[in-house]
């Protein structure tokens, strides 16, 4: 079946940090690939999203590359912020149904 | 505002007492689905909806049931909750095909 496996948490990082966050995926067809962002007491937004291979997607300077031949799609920021403290979600949701899997969610904690 | 509403944002029920979530959104999306989010397994879909009378179960639908009469509103019922329901629950709405989801601000289920 689908699935999507991402990097264990939490993750603890200084500001300004190089931040990566794993995220690979088991799909059939051609999943679309989705980075979603929670922020304490709130809901999931969506952070960025690829929709077929070697696309990259990016926003607020995160960037993840959808790569079919290692499966791949981890989230990448040059220099974190304190802001940037949430709970990260890779997902997939496949080419022919509105079926959408979750990774179990990493949090990040980016210290001052 | 494109958004999804769902209410209460909190709740504190007792065991056994019938209760409604509700979920309404105003983006005329035909597919929406209920989560529940716990620490280490991210988000599990309860249940989800292609169209107006059209519910199916999704991986976790015991102790669940929802509607969907309209379009914009998909309401989780819990009959006897328990407390193993206790969780935090999220509504999502999507239109068909592989796109992102939109979710609600969530609610708090606390079930003694």
Known sequence: GNSVT???????????????????????????????????GEGLQLLLKATKADDKGSNKGFEATYRKETTSFHLEKGSVQVSDSAVYFCALIRYNNNDMRFGAGTRLTVKP | EAQVTQNPRYLI???????????????????????????????????????????????VPE???????????????LESPSPNQTSLYFCASNPLGRTEAFFGQGTRLTVV
């Open chain 2, 63 to 77: 102790g669940y049931k929802v509607s969907r009469k309209e379009k914009r509103n998909f309401p989780l019922i």
């Open chain 1, 6 to 40: 991402q990097m264990e948490g939490p993750v603890t990082l200084s500001e300004e940090a190089f931040l990566t966050i794993n995220c690979t995926y088991t799909a059939t067809g051609y999943p679309s690939l989705f980075w979603y962002v929670q922020y304490p």
């Open chain 2, 13 to 59: 029920t007792v065991t056994g007492k019938k209760l409604t979530v509700t979920c309404s959104q105003n983006m005329n999306h035909e597919y929406m689905s209920w989560y529940r989010q716990d620490p280490g397994l991210g988000l599990r879909q309860i249940y989800y909806s292609m169209n107006v009378e059209v519910t199916d179960k999704g991986d």
